[in-house]
């Protein structure tokens, strides 16, 4: 970033100490709640290694080594059943929710209108700033069993559709609350990235006879390239947190087969069951695939010319 | 590996696009769509803005209905037979309902407010190149994005803080976000340093450069990032389920998951309601919770959308 500081004289640490001794106060809360709540409880997951006890606390609780780690790839049921839940969810996203604003934002930026455009987007964005308890409880009222659809065809003779409540729906359901809430929203970094196409090479492959799909593929999609990629590592990282509050407001209507994924089984077996040290195995292991998922696709993009998140 | 600098996070933050209506011109070369792609286009984002509006109407139209009205038709309707705030009243006139707007509304507020002071100055103690310690401490707001602590141990903290059954359990787990603080100091270092030296040379200490020069040239990302955090605790669900064991300290979102999506009939004893008189239909007073959760939003929303797309491109990334 081009930023036109003036290089203040090389002065001992001392006396930049007391030179930014206000600046570095202000640094201190924020610090202070990110070591508090982000880095200490970082050391707080070697409780996975203990047979911990809340009473004994983490310095006197049991080490046992990896047994919790054993438990859970011994293939314990309810364990693998997360597992199975949280790719099969990911996947399905990855599939349907990915790509949902990506033809969102080319169909909004090919309006002329721009009154139209504004309203379109400015409704499409608001769903995103609900609570996942507000979506969950406007899709009850439009889909349950006493919502609007079945109403509308019980009132007409018609069968009735169990949609909420259904766990071989329970997936469609999901993601399509994913899509209601966020794809509108997610729209507006493509968006940003479609106005910063240079225009005069639409005129320029006009002028070489492309037709309205072939501009679509040879400039406005390799537009989108760069941050196509950014979201799909950023997604990558996400990829086993699929909905966890989502999921816990329904989780109860459709059972645990259905609807455990990695992130209720640790809130489930952890905070509810106090099987403190196999969840925080679990939740240990889940944060170690992120990181690596990350750090890996970002590796990725680059030997494909690409910036990804970071460079390192 | 390590992080050298933030450079993707901030090019996609200072990269603002240009101003719409510049852009908006169309070159008289490019062709109008055929008939079917408009055709598609409007039933496309006709539908998705339809799904939008539909259940919003909804809801305001069952929360102003009569009893009658919404027996008659099953429970939810999308027009009202008559436009009745019985259902405000009543929920608003005490009780559970009141209880937990009145948690939610002091959460929201206090909790922004410490949230944006408290980035604001830790984006601002970073943003001053060379500064002393300034580079470790960028280091330790980086290295907080690429990993996660983990639901168990976040929870063990805050109960090792003996934050259980507080208020602070619901603020003080999330007052810093990282990507906040990163979007900040992006703003801020691209303010023009020698804006802050006159400043300086007329005598005006950091403090003083904070308050009444950067703060004020950056309100529009200040607005949106508070926008962020507002609606982050004015929705917080999860935190308040796991921290707080006393129901009678539930915010909003719970009050609503136990009423309207666990279906729990509301009584006139949940409410301390205004006492005698058959309580409106509970369709009815579920939907007004629902429109009382919604509605500060609605009142934001408006003044803070022109900044969205300006302000915190990065935001998306991460909300």
């Known amino acids: ?312 | 590996m390590t992080v050298t600098e933030p450079a993707r996070v901030e090019a996609a933050v200072v990269s603002e696009p240009p101003a719409q209506r510049d852009r908006r011109r169309r070159n008289p070369t490019l062709s109008r769509p055929g008939v079917p792609e408009s055709v598609l286009k409007v039933v496309v984002l006709g539908f998705a803005v339809l799904a939008v509006v539909v259940p919003f109407l909804g809801i305001l139209s069952t929360s102003l209905s009569s009893k009658e009205h919404l027996d008659a038709k099953g429970g939810f309707v999308l027009w009202p037979d008559a436009v009745s705030l019985d259902a405000y009243r009543t929920v608003l006139s005490g009780g559970v309902v009141s209880k937990a707007l009145l948690v939610s509304v002091g959460v929201t507020l206090i909790g922004t407010v410490l949230s944006l002071l408290v980035t604001a100055m830790l984006a601002y103690g970073l943003s001053r190149p060379g500064s002393f310690g300034s580079r470790p401490a960028l280091l330790i707001v980086l290295f907080s994005l690429l990993f996660s602590p983990g639901l168990l141990p976040v929870y063990l903290t805050v109960r090792g803080f003996g934050l259980i059954d507080t208020y602070a359990a619901l603020i003080l787990p999330g007052l810093v976000g990282g990507f906040n603080v990163i979007v900040l100091r992006s703003f801020f270092v691209s303010i023009p340093a020698e804006l802050l030296e006159s400043a300086r040379i007329d005598g005006a200490g950091e403090w003083q450069i904070f308050t009444r020069i950067v703060t004020p040239l950056s309100k529009a990302v200040l607005a949106v990032i508070g926008l962020f955090y507002g609606v982050g605790y004015w929705n917080a669900f999860f935190n308040a389920l796991i921290y707080l064991n006393d129901q009678g300290r539930w915010p909003l979102p719970l009050v609503l998951r136990t009423y309207v999506i666990n279906n729990t009939q509301i009584s006139a004893g949940d409410l301390a309601a205004s006492g005698a008189g058959a309580l409106p239909a509970q369709p009815a007073l579920q939907m007004a919770m629902l429109l009382i959760a919604v509605v500060p939003i609605l009142i934001v929303y408006p003044f803070l959308q022109r900044h969205f797309t300006k302000g915190v491109i990065t935001g998306a990334v991460k909300g």
């Open chain 1, 1 to 312: 970033m081009a930023s036109t500081v003036v290089q203040r004289p090389r002065q001992g640490w001392r006396a930049r100490l007391r030179r930014d001794r206000v600046l570095l106060a202000m640094t201190i809360p924020g610090l202070v709640a990110l070591v508090g709540f982000h880095y200490l409880p970082l050391l707080g997951n070697v409780i996975a290694f203990e047979d911990y006890q809340p009473f004994l606390g983490i310095i006197n609780s049991q080490w046992v080594g990896f047994e919790k780690f054993a438990i859970l790839f011994n293939g314990d049921p309810a364990f693998v059943n997360a597992v199975k839940n949280t790719l099969i969810l990911t996947l399905v996203q990855v599939i349907f929710v990915f790509p949902a604003p990506i033809v969102l934002a080319l169909m909004i930026n090919s309006l002329l209108s721009d009154r139209m455009r504004r309203i379109v987007q400015n409704v499409l964005y608001l769903p995103h700033f609900l609570s996942w308890v507000v979506v969950v409880a406007i899709f009850q009222q439009l889909l349950g069993g006493s919502g609007l659809l079945n109403t509308f065809l019980r009132s007409h003779g018609a069968a009735t559709l169990d949609i909420v409540g259904n766990p071989d729906l329970f997936i469609s359901l999901l993601t399509s609350q994913v899509v209601w809430k966020d794809s509108g929203w997610a729209t507006i970094l493509f968006l940003a990235a479609l106005s910063q196409v240079d225009q005069s090479l639409y005129e320029a492959s006009a002028i070489d006879g492309a037709s309205r799909a072939q501009q679509l593929v040879n400039v406005t999609l390799p537009a989108l390239r760069g941050v196509i990629i950014l979201l799909l590592i950023l997604r990558l990282g996400d990829s086993l947190n699929v909905g966890f509050e989502q999921i816990i407001l329904q989780q109860k209507a459709v059972g645990s087969e259905a609807s455990e994924v990695i992130d209720t089984y640790v809130f489930n077996y952890g905070i509810l069951g106090s099987d403190w040290g196999t969840s925080a195995a679990v939740g240990l292991v889940k944060g170690v695939i992120a990181t690596v998922l990350v750090v890996g696709a970002n590796k990725l993009a680059h030997v494909f010319g690409e910036d990804g998140v970071y460079r390192a």
